[in-house]
């Protein structure tokens, strides 16, 4: 989508993320600091989008995309690291692939590494507060996460280019008819495979994450511990 | 194993959806959708807006593209593999 995002736009979505990928780095360098235990959770996190966002598969809409695979750094870190992670893939694939682009930078940094991740991270602590199942919870944040990426960009481009005749909504139609529809079935297997990883990180991490992380209570977290062992 | 079984099951779902699609030939093309949505701006513009910036570098073929996309995936998988077996490892030993 390089060059696709004209004059006004461009400039304003990298001004939104900018502040936030500035708050991102500075988190980062804290965890370095202060918790290194959780620097190799930090590159799993930054792995897992790599592997998510590199897969380009058909969904029942006739068309190919991706899931975004940021749910699980956003759950675990947060939303502003999770945006760092999600600008060093988005610069890979836009120096490397020509997919995505420098241009629109901005706007995929802010809907795939700030407004994903920002829901993901809420339906994930509005879920664990009403005791829903934690892989339930991961599922939903993660799946949410995805889907609002894609209504993001749809938006992103609506107002970029409204429609003549149904002005920003109309445009908003269109746009979204190719990307969250296509996305629906992605994002629902972008959540099950995020619900997967998470058994694994409590069984292997799960101290990490439940007691120094502070993204669990100590007793769901041993419960978790004892259904997955 | 609920787990796996449930994720197993949902990318199967998803191929025999794809499969599905396919076989019914509803003339699917099975393009990237950014590259759809690049259509769709043809049309609300009528054909008249022009990109105003070209990628710096394209991969020159798509057997090099789907490469670099196998590169990147298989970066995320031995970090992925690497953390798993590494801490498996340690609580087993």
Redesign the interface.
Known sequence: ????L??PWWEVWYALSLPIVIYGIYKINQLAKERRETL?LL??A????????????????????HPTGAGMGAIIFGPAITAVLCLI?LV????????G???TLGANVFSMGIAGPVVAYLVYRGCMRSKLNF?VSIFFAAFLADLATYLVTSLQ?ALA?P??TGGVLG?LG??GT??AL??V??A??EG??T???F??II???GDVMVRLKVIDDKRLGKLKEMVSA | MKGEILAGAAVVLLFALFLYVAGSDGGAEWGGADGEAEGVIEELTCGTYEPWFSPIWEPPSGEIESLLFSLQAAIGAIIIGYFFGYYRGRRSA
């Open positions: 989508m390089e060059g696709f004209p004059h190799p590159a799993l930054g792995a897992f989008i790599f592997v998510l966002s590199s897969l380009k598969l058909p969904s029942v809409t006739g068309s190919c995309s893939v890979y694939q836009a120096l490397f692939l020509a997919h682009g420098i241009t892989y481009l280019f429609s003549a445009s269109a746009f190719v990307f296509t996305q079935p992605l629902i297997v099950v495979i619900a997967l990883i058994k694994y069984q292997v991490k």
